[in-house]
């Protein structure tokens, strides 16, 4: 019975989950709350941190376009400058303004000011979109397509009127089919040609602002509340190792063979060896 009893013990030299377990309630008090004031610490910290702001905007300008009138927009305004970085959209007729500065509300103003100015240009002629012009062609092509079909209507009404008269005239009959076929061709190039701009205009920017400036976001910056919990997580796991290593330490320092050890490494470094602890 006696051997049962025994073979149940763990070892001297094996520690138990039991063990871990005490370790850890006789000093859950360090465990919990430094970690908790580290977490608590870090996110005050960042977030009194002065950051920067950034927001960007598309516009259905080519970037070139933009940059060309760039100075006249900012008219020595540095920041909105020095903090301005233009490149170029989803497509080469567009250009995104990514804005940064240090005030958030000056990302805002910052960005609806380069807009305004830009809209003003247009307005009064001194910039031109990309599909405008191509938009002007379309109207007169439409424009020619309408007058041809009005010609080719006449033209068919001619022909009737020929073939109807009491004497035919072959003559003038093959001269107006002439000009009819004539007619017709040109009126299918234009309807071609106008279906091929259309394709084109359609993927062009169709106005000024193609998103909308968006909301101020910090730039380059973690979230406070991450770095928090990393924070937390990373005071809690080395207050842990401590609290194992010292009490490991303090358990060791009982034992005559261990401390002799101990004391060696003392000496290794200058250290006066310690007595070993009974109790």
């Known amino acids: 019975m006696q051997t049962m009893v025994d073979e149940q013990h763990y070892p001297d030299d094996e520690i138990s989950l039991l063990d871990l377990l005490v370790v850890i309630a006789e000093h859950w008090l360090v465990l919990v709350f430094v970690p908790l004031l580290a977490g608590v610490a870090a996110f005050g910290f960042l977030t009194l941190q002065p950051h920067a702001w950034t927001a960007s905007a598309v516009l259905g300008l080519p970037p070139a376009e933009v940059s060309r009138y760039l100075p006249s927009i900012l008219n020595g305004t540095v920041d909105i400058e020095h903090g301005l970085d233009i490149t170029e959209g989803s497509s080469a007729e567009r250009s995104m303004l990514i804005l940064t500065l240090d005030d958030r509300d000056a990302v805002s103003d910052g960005l609806l000011l380069l807009i305004g100015q830009l809209t003003a240009a247009i307005e009064e002629g001194e910039i031109t979109l990309p599909g405008a012009s191509l938009q002007a062609n379309l109207l007169d092509i439409e424009r020619e397509i309408i007058l041809r079909d009005g010609i080719a209507d006449r033209l068919a ?11 035919f005239d072959a003559m003038a009959y093959a001269q107006t089919a002439s000009s009819l076929n004539e007619m017709m061709a040109a009126r299918d ?4 040609r ?16 193609e998103e909308a400036p968006s909301e101020p976001v910090p730039a380059g910056r973690t979230s406070p509340v991450v770095v928090s919990a990393l924070a937390v997580l990373g005071t809690g796991f080395v207050l842990l ?5 010292r009490n490991g330490w303090r358990n060791a320092s009982a034992d005559a063979e261990t401390q002799g050890k101990i004391n060696r490494i003392r000496r290794a470094f200058g250290l006066p060896p310690r007595s070993v602890r009974h109790g």
């Open 189 to 192: 190039d234009q309807r071609e």
């Open 241 to 245: 190792v401590l609290v194992f290593i």
């Open 157 to 167: 009404q001619a022909l009737e009127d020929i073939e109807a008269a009491v004497s």
């Open 194 to 209: 106008y279906e091929q701009l259309s394709v084109s205009r359609a993927e062009l920017p169709g106005a000024l602002i």
